[in-house]
C-alpha cells in the first residue's frame, strides 16, 4: 500500500515510515514546511487545518495514518486556539478524507484521555468523531492510544534543544548527562505508562493493517503490562547514566503542571494489543529500551542536542 503519515517527520512519524517501509509499503508524509535535509520518504507540503489539501493528499493513498498534531499541556493551556484548530479541524479534515476515497485509516490518540488539557480534550474529541464516521459513514478507521513514547530522536527542550515541548526522558536524560539536578513535576510519583517509540510504530501499521482488511476493533492502547511511577523512569535514567561514568544527578521536585492531575493514573491496557496481532509480552522492557536512548543522547550530543556546560563525566 501507498500510505499516507500526517506528521511523518515527527518523532513516531519518522518511526512509523521505518517501519511501513519494512512491512513492503511505501511512505508518503504530508508536511507544512519545507525541510532542509532530504527525506527517504516522499513528502507532499500541506496543512491538515487545510480540507482540500487533506483531500488531495488522500486523493494520492491507498491509506492513511494521521499523526500530526499540536502537542503539549502546560504549552497549550494558556491558549487553546491553535492546538484545537489543528487538533479538531485537522482529524475532521482526515475523516472527510478517507471517507471521500473510502480509504482504511489509523488514528492516533493520548493515554491521558480523561484529563481536561487542551491536548487531551482535543485528541479526544477526534477520537469521538472516529467512531461516529465508522458508525455512520462507513469509515475503516483504527483508533491507538499512546502513553509516554520514549526513544533515540526524541526533541530535547531549551536550554538543550529546539524542541517547544518539554518530554519527560529527554528532559531527564540532558539533565543526568549534564550535571543538572533532574526536575519532576509533582515529584514524579504520578504513575504514568512508557512505551518504546517502536512499540508505538508497530502497534500503529498492524492496526492500519487490520483496518485495511476490514476489521475495526475497539480502541487498542499501547503500554507496558507492568505500570511504573515518572520518578522510577528518572531513577533508572540517572543510575544508567552514573553506570556510563557521568556523576549521579540529583533529584527536585516541582508543583504538578496545570492540565495534569497527579492523583490520575496515565495507563495503558495492553490486553486490547492482540486485537491487532500484537503479543503484549513482546513490548521492549523500560530499563533495556532506556539505556538504548541514554546512549544514544550520549552519541548525539552537539549534534541533535547541546549541553550547556559540555558533558559532566565524574571525577
Given at each position: 500500500?501507498?500510505?499516507?503519515?500526517?506528521?511523518?517527520?515527527?518523532?513516531?512519524?519518522?518511526y512509523v515510515c521505518e517501519e511501513l517501509a519494512q512491512r513492503g509499503h511505501e511512505p508518503v508524509v504530508l508536511d507544512r514546511h519545507r525541510q532542509p535535509q532530504e527525506s527517504p520518504w516522499e513528502v507532499v507540503l500541506g496543512d491538515v487545518r487545510d480540507a482540500t489539501a487533506m483531500m488531495e493528499f488522500a486523493a494520492h493513498c491507498d491509506a492513511v495514518i494521521h499523526l500530526a498534531a499540536v502537542l503539549g499541556t502546560q504549552e497549550t493551556i494558556r491558549n487553546p486556539r491553535p492546538a484545537a484548530e489543528t487538533n479538531v479541524f485537522g482529524g475532521l479534515n482526515f475523516l472527510a478524507a478517507i471517507a471521500q476515497y473510502e480509504l482504511p485509516g489509523v488514528y492516533i490518540c493520548v493515554g491521558n484521555h480523561t484529563m481536561d488539557n487542551c491536548y487531551s480534550i482535543s485528541k479526544t474529541t477526534v477520537e469521538r468523531f472516529v467512531r461516529m464516521?465508522?458508525?455512520?459513514?462507513?469509515?475503516?478507521?483504527?483508533?491507538?492510544?499512546?502513553?509516554?513514547?520514549?526513544?533515540?530522536?526524541?526533541?530535547?527542550?531549551?536550554?538543550?534543544?529546539?524542541?517547544?515541548?518539554?518530554?519527560?526522558?529527554?528532559?531527564?536524560?540532558?539533565?543526568?548527562?549534564?550535571?543538572?539536578?533532574?526536575?519532576?513535576?509533582?515529584?514524579g510519583h504520578q504513575v504514568s505508562d512508557m512505551v518504546w517509540v517502536g512499540d508505538v510504530a508497530r502497534a500503529l501499521v498492524s492496526a492500519l493493517e487490520t483496518a485495511q482488511a476490514g476489521r475495526i476493533v475497539d480502541v487498542v492502547e499501547v503500554g507496558p503490562t507492568r505500570?511504573?511511577?515518572?520518578?522510577?523512569?528518572?531513577?533508572?535514567?540517572?543510575?544508567?547514566?552514573?553506570?556510563?561514568?557521568?556523576?549521579?544527578?540529583?533529584?527536585?521536585?516541582?508543583?504538578?503542571?496545570?492540565?495534569?492531575?497527579?492523583?490520575?493514573?496515565?495507563?495503558?491496557?495492553?490486553?486490547?494489543?492482540p486485537a491487532i496481532g500484537i503479543d503484549p509480552a513482546s513490548l521492549r522492557g523500560l530499563t533495556d529500551g532506556l539505556a538504548e536512548t541514554v546512549d544514544w543522547f550520549i552519541k548525539t550530543e552537539g549534534e541533535h542536542w547541546t549541553a550547556p556546560n559540555g558533558l559532566r563525566r565524574a571525577a
Open positions: 500500500m501507498k500510505v499516507g503519515v500526517t506528521g511523518g517527520r515527527g518523532f513516531i512519524g519518522t464516521y465508522n458508525a455512520e459513514h462507513g469509515t475503516r478507521v483504527n483508533c491507538v492510544r499512546v502513553v509516554n513514547a520514549y526513544g533515540p530522536r526524541q526533541l530535547a527542550a531549551a536550554p538543550f534543544g529546539s524542541g517547544k515541548v518539554r518530554k519527560i526522558t529527554p528532559a531527564v536524560v540532558c539533565r543526568a548527562l549534564s550535571g543538572m539536578p533532574v526536575e519532576l513535576y509533582g515529584g505500570s511504573t511511577t515518572i520518578r522510577h523512569a528518572a531513577e533508572t535514567i540517572i543510575d544508567l547514566v552514573a553506570d556510563r561514568g557521568f556523576g549521579r544527578a540529583s533529584i527536585v521536585d516541582l508543583p504538578m503542571r496545570p492540565g495534569e492531575d497527579p492523583a490520575t493514573p496515565v495507563r495503558a491496557d495492553a490486553q486490547t494489543l
